[in-house]
Nanobody, 122 residues
Framework: VQLVESGGGLVQSGGSLRLSCAAS????????MGWYRQAPGKQRELVAQ???????NYADSVKGRFTISGDNGKNTVDLQMNSLKPEDTAVYYC?????????????????WGQGTQVTVSS
C-alpha cells in the first residue's frame, strides 16, 4: 500500500491550502483516512479523520477552519485548510487504516504517507 500526498507549501497567515492524499495497492477495505501533523519538537497529533461510513472528527485547534473530505471510490482524502495560522506550520502526514490481502487472510494496519511541509508565515 502506498499513500501519496500533495499540496503543501508556503502561505501567509490567513491564507488557504489544500492537501490531497491517494491510497493505492492491494486494498481490500479502508476503515478510515485522516491527516496528522508534527511540528518541530512536538509530538505527532491528529488533525482530522474521516471514518468509512462515520462522522468526521477534528482537533479543537482546527475546528471551523479545516475541512476533511474523502472519496471512497477513488481511495482519496483531502484537507482544505482555511484561515491558516503560523501555529499550523508542520509536516502533515496522511494516514489510512486499511486491510490488505495477506496470503489467504486479511491484515489490517495503519499506513503513512511521506509527509508534506506546510509553512504559514506571519
Amino acid at each position: 500500500v502506498q499513500l501519496v500526498e500533495s499540496g503543501g507549501g508556503l502561505v501567509q497567515s490567513g491564507g488557504s491550502l489544500r492537501l490531497s492524499c491517494a491510497a493505492s495497492g492491494s486494498i481490500l477495505r479502508i476503515y478510515a483516512m485522516g491527516w496528522y501533523r508534527q511540528a518541530p519538537g512536538k509530538q505527532r497529533e491528529l488533525v482530522a479523520q474521516i471514518p468509512s461510513g462515520g462522522s468526521t472528527n477534528y482537533a479543537d485547534s482546527v475546528k471551523g477552519r479545516f475541512t476533511i473530505s474523502g472519496d471512497n471510490g477513488k481511495n482519496t482524502v483531502d484537507l482544505q485548510m482555511n484561515s491558516l495560522k503560523p501555529e499550523d506550520t508542520a509536516v502533515y502526514y496522511c494516514n489510512a487504516d486499511i486491510s490488505v490481502r495477506f496470503g489467504v487472510a486479511q491484515r489490517r494496519s495503519h499506513y503513512w504517507g511521506q509527509g508534506t511541509q506546510v509553512t504559514v508565515s506571519s
